[in-house]
């Protein structure tokens, strides 16, 4: 047994770190979600009054092809309410979204060791920037030339009167699948980091990863050449893109893993 000094006071024993039991995980969980909920209200109160000016941006690129005298038109009688009410909602669900990550990611983060919360944050961050860079890609690439050719090949004499509730759903559609094609660098980075693959791996597939991307396009998008390769040919590049930063990413966590020393958990 060891002694103590004369005239030295023992050491204060060090309180360990306690974990959180099932119940106070849940807890933390719904404080979470309330807040995530309560942010999207706030959002959709300050939206909506101007859903009708917003409905209008939003339908501008295909209004602005419509012949002279033509305009969209309500085949629904709830349609002039219930859609600026949907697109306001939706618009303070897309507003929210940096706040919901930086939620999930208070909720994670305590369980996640030092090396991982340095990656874990910029990957948020920047999966957050990559899904507005492809609905803004969207509404000012992709919309016009993708209306542009549905408008201009139509049987001479047909009217153009598109309903507002269906274009809504379409270009929500459209806002989606491009928003989630431009998180392709953030999947490839998660896969290679992972240890799934390898860059080399993926660089090798890259001729399968070209036909998949014009697959997907063809799926998510009209049916038409154009809306198809607008789609394929950026997630191709995003694809390039992941593989680059994935070598990157790499890197340090190797020499963290030959040093013996990748960080420790957090509470």
């Not at 009708?52 to 349609?79: C, E, F, K």
């Not at 999947?187 to 240890?195: D, K, Q, Y």
Request: one cysteine or more.
């Amino acid at each position: 047994m060891s002694s103590i000094p004369t005239g030295q006071t023992p050491p204060e024993p060090t309180a360990a770190p306690q974990e959180m039991t099932l119940i106070e995980h849940l807890l933390e969980l719904r404080n979470r979600l309330l807040k995530i909920v309560l942010a999207v209200v706030i959002c959709f109160a300050a939206i909506y009054p101007f859903a009708n000016d917003l409905y209008l941006l939003l339908s501008d690129p295909l209004r602005q092809l419509l012949p002279v005298g033509q305009t969209m038109i309500a085949t629904d009688i709830t349609s002039p309410f219930f859609a600026p009410l949907k697109l306001a909602l939706v618009l303070a669900v897309f507003a929210a979204i940096p706040f919901i990550l930086y939620q999930i990611w208070s909720f994670i983060a305590p369980g996640l060791y030092a090396h991982e919360k340095r990656l874990a944050f910029p990957l948020l961050a920047s999966s957050v920037v990559l899904f507005y860079l492809g609905a803004a890609f969207a509404y000012f690439v992709v919309f016009p030339l993708v209306f542009g050719f549905f408008t201009s090949i139509g049987p001479e004499g047909i009217v153009e009167l598109p309903d507002i509730s269906s274009y809504l759903n379409f270009v929500l559609k459209m806002f989606f699948a491009f928003g989630v094609a431009f998180e392709i660098p953030i999947a490839t980075i998660l896969m290679i980091l992972s240890g799934m693959t390898t860059p080399a791996d993926l660089a090798a597939k890259r001729p399968y990863i070209v036909v998949v991307c014009f697959i997907v396009g063809m799926l998510l998008t009209p049916p038409d050449v154009i809306s198809q390769t607008l789609l394929a040919l950026p997630m191709w590049l995003l694809f390039e893109v992941g593989i680059l930063f994935g070598r990157l990413a790499q890197r340090p966590a190797q020499t963290d893993d030959e040093s013996g020393h990748p960080g420790s958990r957090t509470e």
